[in-house]
């Protein structure tokens, strides 16, 4: 059984900055891409950024032009998202996910069908 744990959230002023974390447990991490969504009230959940097995690739948002940084520790299960110079639009629970298949990276991945698991979410407020 998969499961996916956020942490990190919290409340925090605008240009501030945030680390989440999402601990996984249940298989082999090292196999899966992971991803990060958001979703803010009133408004679908929408992709934050993904990284492959390795680490070694990554996706971002367009509208998130170096603020956010995706990483992992493959050896702790767990992968990050540093969020700085944090706006107001950027409140929301956020979530990560993960796949059922192994070893598979591509454009899709900014889809959130694409993903078979996900945390219960860790709320993200920014104060203006």
């Known amino acids: 059984q998969v499961q996916l744990v956020e942490s990190g959230g919290g409340l925090v002023q605008a240009g501030g900055s945030l680390r989440l974390s999402c601990a996984a447990s249940g298989r082999t991490f090292s196999s899966y891409a992971m991803g990060w969504f958001r979703q803010a009230p009133g408004k679908e959940r929408e992709f934050v950024a993904a990284?492959?097995?390795?680490?070694?690739?990554?996706y971002y948002a367009d509208s998130l032009p170096g603020r956010f940084t995706i990483s992992r520790d493959n050896a702790k299960m767990t992968v990050y998202l540093q969020m700085n110079s944090l706006k107001p639009e950027d409140t929301a629970v956020y979530y990560c996910a993960t796949r059922s298949a192994p070893y598979y990276w591509g454009y899709e991945l900014r889809r959130d069908s694409m993903y078979n698991y996900w945390g219960q979410g860790t709320q993200v407020t920014v104060s203006s």
């Open positions: 990284i492959s097995w390795s680490g070694a690739n990554t």
